[in-house]
């Protein structure tokens, strides 16, 4: 740890050796700058903060007529289902599962996105936006035919069913496996651009210091990501709570087994329950919110 | 080690930790799946219209009480349910929306069979109190209502509204005062109920589940019906047990009862049984044409059908003296008119001709009908009064004009042709009239001369399911494996000629047909 410590240290001068000559050019181009003002600001301020407020006037007002549309007496009852406290324990539990595993994947496969030009890149590169591009329902219907596409008389599902005893289709591992194919493209998608942004360099130097390209990864690259992996969570997570589309088609909509919170909006709304739907859907964006904050203050403090 | 790389470890333990609670209660659920007392399976599985939630919520409480299955039902769209069927080739029923779902599997050949639940009908949905005032066809058109209905392409509702209305010529300008066209119509009553439209295209029963609703009711939609059925899934491993709940479903003492609670027009369903036991009468010469589809019918439903064999003109008269079976299979369409209160309508099934039946080789060189008036010959023939055969050969003798001199060489009338193969292969008789069907298993013996120029030599099976039958769904179902391909090979081996045409026997599948109508169409309560 002290050896890993120090390696991260020397780095770290080094490169700040190599781009003070960078910084003082930066400094004189801020003196230049920074002539007395003529005009005044508040123009600036009044158009974007005009335009950046329509945006968040928009969701405030949308959460204020669901607010308006429902009441507490329907919350209590809502929660006071089993499906729905089932729902939510799966929910919590299927986007976190969701989310960790799209991290573990999005941070190599972004480092190696970022770091390297291997052949089939592009290939690699375009096939990660896919399930982005791709409309919810086709995804849930191509991990269905996946699933139950006989290759040879030789069946995914089951094989998976019958040999090895643990069936995904209709299960909650479809659950985890439809949120996971969303979740993760926006993670990766994330790494790579939080990898983009951080200096090669100081990998450079530690190999130079005698580093392996995997002891450079995990020293310094790794503990500077930590802001963008904690994004990546944040935004596979949410994605994850979000997805309706994939887990209705691959694994259904069964209460108390693979019912989530977002197929529940999606059956109260079936049946003109629509203040139990939007009561379940105020739970989510209040899910979403203090998970959203607490990944942020962890997001907020020290890196390393 | 860095922070960072402890809390990858870290959610690497969470995520493993939680994959054990996951699947700890996955296998809790699935022990508490509780043993069939019907002992046909523990769970079944149900792709169900998110719209029939809350009917099939409360039947599948009182089904599992009472008998002890699971009942996972999977919500969705119809046709994303279907879906799922066709690709995955899971699930034990289907259970869609409206009936146009049912059909579209029944010609992919995903559902087997179906079983009719209630009917549903289009009506104007306005908010209660009707405050815009909608009472005619032409308040939907006035620019002060805003008018939205489900898509002609993705709802059955509409596609009919769309029919019946193009007919009169109304279609275009209801289209025209349509603002929005949704995807299907509980999103039409939850924008009436949100207040972004003041009229909508709805089913009647979709408004049980909006209070703040109500129907109006117009006559141009008068004829715009849809049924609900339940369909059992063609690749279902456990057909039995899914049958075993479709039928309690549909039965007027159990399910329908749900469905008339959530607003439903139901169809006069079976009466609950267990075990349904249904009583058929056929003409002795359809028993190997039958036999093995009932025996089939009876293993995939998991019921017992008791077959009575007779000649046709006894089982009129058990009949008449107060024996009404669940559905009647007559020789030929003379026997079922004589018990039209029973049987008010039928549908031909299959055709038989008379042949005259010799001995191998035709020793007494008998080519026609004037051939069995010779002198000396011993001729068998069915009795007139106990079976259509015998009536028919009466018939065809005075068409003939041969009746005296052949009954005068008569020297046997049974009650059914077997009988008289019988006879021939004991060698007591030189020639007999029975059906050709007769002769199907007695090539070896026998050999058959066809009666020619004599259109009354030809018999007409007709089916028919009794009008007060207490298992008319489950007779019907019946009719419609004896109506199947599989059946129509069984007829033919046996010498039958297939008379039901296609048409027909789809119809009677969805119950348009003559046979359907009257088991299922005309029984609504």
């Known amino acids: 740890m002290v050896q890993s410590l120090v390696t991260q240290q020397l780095a770290t001068q080094q490169l700040a050796k190599m781009s003070s000559s960078d910084e003082r050019i930066g400094d004189d181009q801020v003196k230049r700058l920074g002539q007395p003002r003529q005009r005044s600001d508040v123009p600036f301020f009044l158009a974007m903060g005009g335009l950046s407020s329509c945006f968040i006037l928009l969701i405030v007002l949308m959460l204020a007529a669901d607010v308006m549309f429902t009441s507490f007496a329907d919350f209590r009852i809502a929660l006071a289902k089993p499906e729905i406290q089932a729902a939510f324990k799966l929910t919590v539990m299927s986007c976190t599962v969701a989310a960790i595993a799209s991290l573990l994947v999005a941070v190599p496969l972004g480092y190696l996105l970022s770091r390297y030009r291997f052949p089939g890149r592009w290939i690699v590169d375009t096939l990660v936006d896919i399930p982005i591009v791709l409309p919810p329902l086709v995804l849930g219907l191509s991990l269905l035919i996946l699933f139950h596409l006989p290759i040879f008389g030789w069946e995914l599902e089951r094989w998976l069913r019958d040999d090895v005893g643990f069936g995904v289709t209709y299960q909650w591992p479809a659950v985890i496996l439809a949120q996971f194919s969303v979740s993760c493209a926006f993670a990766v998608r994330t790494m790579r651009v939080t990898f983009d942004q951080i200096d090669p360099r100081a990998e450079d130097v530690a190999r130079t210091l005698g580093c392996t390209r995997g002891q450079a990864f995990l020293i310094i690259a790794v503990p500077q990501a930590a802001r963008g992996m904690v994004a990546a969570v944040t935004v596979a997570w949410a994605r994850a709570l979000g997805e309706f589309g994939p887990i209705l088609v691959f694994a259904g909509a069964t209460r108390m087994r693979t019912e989530v919170l977002s197929t529940t909006v999606f059956l109260e709304l079936s049946v003109g329950e629509l203040n139990s739907a939007v009561a379940v859907s105020l739970i989510m964006v209040m899910m979403a919110a203090i998970v959203l904050l607490v990944l942020r203050l962890l997001g907020a403090g020290p890196a390393t | ?525």
């Open chain 2, 1 to 525: 080690m860095n922070r960072t790389l402890i809390a990858l470890a870290s959610s690497v333990v969470l995520l493993v930790g939680l994959l054990f609670v996951l699947a700890g209660d996955s296998s809790r659920g699935s022990n508490t799946v509780g043993k069939s007392t019907s002992g046909t399976a523990n769970s079944l599985v149900l792709f169900c219209a998110a719209s029939n939630r809350a009917v099939m919520e409360s039947i599948r409480v009182d089904y599992e009480q009472e008998f002890g299955t699971t009942i996972q039902i999977q919500y969705g769209p119809s046709q994303t349910l279907l879906s799922s069927i066709e690709v995955s080739g899971t699930g034990d029923l289907y259970l869609p929306a409206d009936e146009s779902f049912i059909e579209i599997g029944i010609e992919k050949s995903l559902i087997a069979e179906v079983l009719p639940l209630a009917t549903m009908r289009a009506v104007v949905a306005v908010p209660r109190g009707n405050p815009k005032a909608i009472k005619t066809f032409d308040d939907l058109l006035r620019s002060d209502v805003r008018l939205v209905q489900a898509s002609p392409d993705m709802a059955a509702i509409s596609k009919v509204v769309k029919e019946s209305l193009q007919a009169s010529g109304k279609w275009d300008e209801l289209a025209k005062a349509t603002v929005a066209f949704r995807t299907n119509v509980n999103d039409v009553a939850n924008d009436l109920v949100i207040g972004a439209a003041d009229a909508g295209l709805v089913y009647d029963a979709v408004l049980s589940n909006y209070k703040d609703l109500e129907a109006v009711e117009l006559d141009e939609l008068s004829t715009v019906i849809s049924n609900v059925s339940l369909g059992i899934v063609a690749s279902s491993k456990q057909p039995q047990a899914a049958l075993h709940f479709a039928r309690y479903v549909a039965a007027r003492d159990r399910g329908l009862l749900h469905y008339e609670k959530n607003g439903f027009v139901v169809k006069k369903g079976d009466v609950w049984k267990e075990t349904p036991e249904l009583t058929i009468f056929a003409g002795s010469m359809l028993r190997p044409a039958i036999d093995a589809t009932i025996k089939a019918f009876e293993e995939r439903e998991g019921i017992r059908v008791s077959r009575v064999y007779n000649g046709c003109g006894i089982l009129v008269a058990q009949m008449k003296t107060g024996q009404h079976p669940d559905a009647y299979f007559a020789c030929d369409k003379e026997f079922m008119k004589q018990v039209p209160d029973l049987f008010p309508e039928s549908v031909d099934v299959s055709q038989n001709e008379l042949v005259i039946l010799v001995q191998k080789g035709n020793p007494k060189k008998i080519s026609s009908l004037k051939d069995l008036g010779r002198e000396g010959l011993r001729v068998g023939i069915g009795h007139e009064k106990q079976c259509a055969m015998g009536w028919l050969t009466q018939n065809t003798f005075r068409e003939g004009g041969v009746q005296k001199e052949v009954m005068a060489n008569v020297s046997v009338q049974t009650p059914s042709g077997d009988m008289l193969v019988n006879q021939m292969q004991t060698g007591s008789l030189d020639a007999a009239v029975a059906y050709l069907s007769n002769a199907a298993g007695a090539g070896d013996f026998l050999d058959a001369i066809q009666i020619q120029g004599l259109e009354c030599s030809i018999a007409i099976q007709p089916l028919a399911i009794a009008a007060d039958s207490p298992n008319a769904q489950t007779a019907t179902r019946l009719f419609q494996r004896l109506c199947s391909p599989e059946s129509q090979a069984n007829f033919e081996a046996e010498g039958f000629r297939w008379q039901i045409d296609r048409k027909s026997e789809d119809g009677s599948i969805v119950g348009d047909s003559a046979i359907g109508d009257s088991a299922i169409g005309e029984n609504e309560q």
